[in-house]
C-alpha cells in the first residue's frame, strides 16, 4: 500500500476535482437551490464514500484502537479533510481535538503509617482508590449509617477527616433491628450494597478518607484484590481529576492493632493515632481525541444538532490480524464526511443551516462509549441544553442475514423514545426523499441485544436530548479481519448518508426545535 502522506494528498485532490458545482446542479435540477436539499445530497456519492474508505479502514490505520498509533492517523486524516473543505473547528481556539483524558486502571500502590506502625497494600488492608493525607486523629463512627431518627454522624464534625465504621446495625436488646423496627436486616447489612451505601453517605458529608472494618466481606474483597492483581489490564475508563473519599478494608490483623474495642464498641469517639495514608495511583495513562467540527446556523446559531459516529475500532488481533473496520464505523465517518462537505456547499452559495451543524467523531466507542461520555458528560464543545437532536451513525455499510436480496433498509433506534416529532419528521423526511424501508426491529424494548444503550447516541439520551440511531446490522464480519472495504455495499451507503443528511437539513431548517414530549421508560 501505497504510504499515508502521497494517499492523502492523491485523495484531497481527487475529490476536490470530481466535484460538481452547485451551479452545475442547480442547472439540473428546475426546483429551488435554497428549498432543495437534494441539490446538495447529490455531492455525497459512492464514488467519494469509497475513496475515502479504502484509505480510513486500511492497514496502514492499523485499526484505530484507542490511544494507538492507527487513531491517531485516523484523527490526523478526519482533521486534514476538514481543514480541507473550510469546515471550521468547533472549539474557540480553533483546534478540532477534543482531548479526552483515559486510563486502564490498575491497583494503587503504597502503605498506611498508623504511629509507628506500616501497613502493606494486599496484606494488611485492601482499597482500589488512591488516597493520600496526614491525620492527627481517627473519628470512629460506629457503623456509619444514617437513617430515620437515627444517625452514628450526630454531632460529629467529619469533613475532611478520616474516619473508621464497622459493617452491620444497632440491635435494640429484643433482638430486633433498630433502623426496621423487626427482625429483618435493612440495607445496611446487605453484603453487596452496604459497603458503597457507607462510602457514599460518608462522601456527602465531606468525609476524605474511610476506614471500614468487614469481616464478612474481607475474604471476598481479597479474592477480587487477587484477581486484579494478576490481571494484564483492567477496562479503560475516563481518567480522574481528582479522587472522592476512598473506601479502605481492615485486616483482622490491623484493627486488632488499631482499634481492638471495635467489636463491642458502639458509641462514637476520637482515636488519638495519626495516620499517613500513602496510596498512589498506579493507573496507565492513555492519550486520545475527539474530533469536532461546526457549521454555524445563520439564523439560531446557538442551537445545535449533533451528527456523531466513532472514529475508533478495536485495532490487532494477537496474531497480528488487523481489524480493519470498514463498516464499524467506518462507514459512519466517511458518511459525515460527505455530509459536512454537502452542508458547506450549501452554507458557501447561501444556504447554510438555520441551526448549527456540529460533526462530532468520538474515540473510545469500542472500550465503553468514552468520547460522547467525555464530550456529553465532562466537556460539552456546545451547551446540552442547546443541543437539539443528535443523529448518530454505527455501521451502515453492509447487509445483514435478515435483508440479504434486498438492501434498500436502514434500522432505526431510539427516534420515538423522548420525541413524538423527531420520529414523525424521520418518517416524512424518508417519504419525501429516500424510501428506504425504516426498520425498527430493534427499537424495541424487549430486544435481547440492547443496541439501543450500546452506541454512542446513549450518552445523548441520559441527558435527555432527542437521538436517532442509524445501523444495518451485524453480519459474519462484526469485530473480525473480514470487516473490510472490499465488502461494503457503496450504493447502500450513499442512500444511508443522504438520508441523514435529510434528516439533519429538515432539523436544522425548520421553524420549532424538537420537542421533548416523551417520559423515557426505566
Known amino acids: 500500500m501505497e504510504k499515508l502522506s502521497f494517499i492523502l494528498i492523491g485523495l484531497l485532490f481527487a475529490c476536490n476535482s470530481s466535484q460538481k458545482t452547485v451551479a452545475e446542479l442547480a442547472d439540473t435540477d428546475t426546483t429551488s437551490v435554497s428549498a432543495d436539499p437534494r441539490v446538495y445530497a447529490v455531492t455525497i456519492t459512492e464514488k467519494e464514500l469509497k475513496e475515502h474508505l479504502y484509505i480510513y479502514a486500511s492497514d496502514e490505520f492499523e485499526g484505530r484502537e484507542t490511544g494507538k498509533p492507527g487513531q491517531k492517523k485516523a484523527v490526523d486524516y478526519l482533521k486534514s479533510n476538514y481543514e480541507a473543505m473550510e469546515v471550521p473547528a468547533a472549539k474557540e481556539d480553533g483546534n478540532y481535538f477534543q482531548e479526552v483524558p483515559l486510563e486502564f486502571p490498575k491497583l494503587p500502590v503504597g502503605s498506611i503509617m ?4 506500616e501497613y ?13 493525607g496526614d491525620f492527627s486523629e481517627i473519628i470512629y463512627a460506629g457503623y456509619g449509617i444514617e437513617d430515620e431518627g437515627y444517625s ?26 433498630l433502623i426496621s423496627g423487626s427482625s429483618k436486616k435493612s440495607v445496611w447489612s446487605s453484603k453487596s450494597d452496604a459497603p458503597a451505601a457507607r462510602l457514599n453517605l460518608a462522601r456527602s458529608k465531606g468525609v476524605k478518607g474511610v476506614l471500614y472494618y468487614d469481616p464478612g466481606n474481607y475474604g471476598r474483597y481479597k479474592r477480587y484484590y487477587d484477581h486484579l492483581k494478576g490481571s494484564d489490564k483492567m477496562k479503560m475508563e475516563i481518567k480522574l481529576e481528582e479522587y472522592n473519599a476512598a473506601l479502605v478494608l481492615l485486616s483482622e490483623t490491623m484493627i486488632n492493632k488499631l ?22 495511583s498506579n493507573n496507565e495513562a492513555v492519550s486520545s481525541e475527539n474530533i469536532v467540527a461546526v457549521i454555524r446556523g445563520f439564523e439560531k446559531p446557538d442551537e445545535f444538532v449533533v451528527i456523531s459516529s466513532h472514529l475508533d475500532h478495536i485495532g490487532v488481533n494477537a496474531n497480528g490480524d488487523i481489524n480493519n473496520g470498514a463498516d464499524d464505523d467506518g462507514s459512519g465517518t466517511v458518511a459525515m464526511l460527505e455530509m459536512a462537505e454537502a452542508f458547506k456547499q450549501a452554507a458557501d452559495s447561501g444556504n447554510g443551516p438555520k441551526r448549527s451543524i456540529v460533526f462530532l467523531h468520538v474515540t473510545g466507542e469500542e472500550k465503553g462509549l468514552l468520547g460522547s461520555k467525555y464530550y456529553t458528560d465532562n466537556d460539552p464543545v456546545f451547551p446540552l441544553s442547546q443541543t437539539v437532536a443528535n443523529l448518530n451513525i454505527d455501521m451502515i455499510g453492509r447487509v445483514d442475514p435478515k435483508h440479504k436480496g434486498n438492501g434498500n433498509y436502514v434500522y432505526l433506534i431510539g427516534s420515538d423514545k ?72 457503496y450504493d447502500l451507503l450513499e442512500d444511508r448518508a443522504r438520508l441523514i443528511f435529510y434528516t439533519a437539513w429538515e432539523i436544522a431548517n425548520r421553524e420549532a426545535r424538537i420537542e421533548v414530549d416523551i417520559t423515557p421508560s426505566k
Do not use: C, M, W
Open 259 to 280: 482499634f481492638p474495642a471495635i467489636k463491642h464498641e458502639q458509641a462514637t469517639k476520637i482515636i488519638s493515632q495519626p495516620v499517613s495514608l500513602k496510596i498512589k
Open 152 to 177: 452514628d454522624y450526630e454531632g460529629l464534625d467529619v469533613s475532611g477527616k478520616l474516619i473508621l465504621i464497622k459493617s452491620g446495625e444497632p440491635v435494640k436488646k429484643d433482638g430486633t433491628y
Open 120 to 132: 502493606e497494600l494486599g496484606t494488611d488492608f485492601l482499597t482500589f482508590t488512591p488516597i493520600e
Open 114 to 117: 498508623a504511629g509507628a506502625t
Open 418 to 489: 423522548l420525541s413524538t416529532e423527531l420520529h414523525d419528521l424521520s418518517e416524512e423526511v424518508n417519504d419525501k426523499y429516500s424510501q428506504l424501508t425504516l426498520d425498527y426491529t430493534y427499537n424495541d424494548e424487549n430486544d435481547p441485544n440492547r443496541f439501543y444503550y450500546r452506541s454512542d447516541h446513549y450518552n445523548f439520551v441520559k441527558n435527555n436530548i432527542p437521538v436517532i440511531f442509524y445501523f444495518s446490522g451485524t453480519h459474519e464480519d462484526y469485530h473480525r479481519p473480514g470487516d473490510t472495504p472490499n465488502k461494503i455495499n
